[in-house]
């Protein structure tokens, strides 16, 4: 395939990535299988970290405009968000021990998850209902940022969507609050793991600044629609956009076991 035409290919994702992650997160779920089917000549790693530097200024982009629109806990981003952005950059160097024969299939069974969660839970984020109180309120949000955190520098993938899952069905928040925290702390943990992936010189430039100035776009057009829109338009497409994920991966995932 042409490299222009690949490379329209992979803005264009990144733009749709952009607008995804702003809605509800899971961003990655987009890119990262995009980058995978069009490159296949690159490693797990360089994958993720070319992702994570596309996806840093995007959810950027959308944290300002929900807060403006929002507003944010400060103490919940920064003990959340310190948290995560420590476990993160870790579990980057953990990410390295993983063979890309065990992380596709990992991360099927992130999307999975995600899709179930979200069709069962019909009214997920309708109402801010904090369920702590005090000391056991910020000790659940560093419980949070430290497994979050972690799971966004090790596999990457939909951690805007675990967070702000984590943050309505464990902390109770509504999916608009859940959503403006989420990007903030995301911003956070992104930034820390992507200092993991440059030191380790995984990031692929050439396809990192196009894709990153498309999900920026993206990121601006989809929070936007977020916060006028509302829930409902989020769950449903959600769950269509990580359906057909889940048909792409479950049949790469085939051929690779029939060959």
């Known amino acids: 395939m042409n490299e222009w035409l690949l490379l329209l290919l992979v803005c264009l994702g990144a733009f749709f990535a952009g607008f995804m992650d702003a809605v509800v997160g899971g961003g990655g779920l987009i890119q990262v299988p995009l980058l995978m089917l069009l490159f296949p000549e690159l490693s797990h790693v360089q994958i993720i970290a070319t992702n994570r530097m596309a996806s840093v200024a995007g959810t950027a982009v959308a944290a300002f405009q929900y807060f403006k629109a929002i507003g944010i806990d ?76 972690f799971y966004n520098g090790f596999i990457g993938p939909g951690t805007g969507s675990l967070l702000v899952f984590a943050f309505v069905s464990i902390a109770g928040m509504s999916f608009l609050h859940a959503s403006a925290s989420s990007k903030i702390v995301n911003a956070l943990a992104d930034g820390a793991s992507l200092i993991g992936f440059l030191i380790n010189k995984a990031v692929i430039f050439k396809l990192a600044i196009p894709m990153m100035a498309s999900n920026m776009l993206g990121a ?40």
């Open 74 to 149: 400060t103490m919940v981003v920064l003990i959340v968000g310190s948290t995560a952005a420590i476990t993160s950059f870790g579990g980057t160097f953990v990410m390295r021990l993983i063979p890309p024969d065990v992380f596709k299939p990992m991360l099927l069974g992130v999307i999975a998850v995600l899709a179930i969660y979200t069709f069962m839970k019909k009214d997920l984020g309708s109402a801010h209902v904090i369920k702590y109180q005090g000391n056991a309120y910020w000790l659940v949000c560093a419980g949070i940022g430290t497994v979050i955190g």
């Open 220 to 259: 601006y057009v989809g929070s936007r629609a977020a916060i006028l829109k509302g829930n409902a338009f989020i769950r449903y497409l959600f769950l269509g956009v990580i359906g057909l994920l889940m048909l792409r991966l479950s049949w790469d995932l085939l051929k690779g076991w029939l060959e």
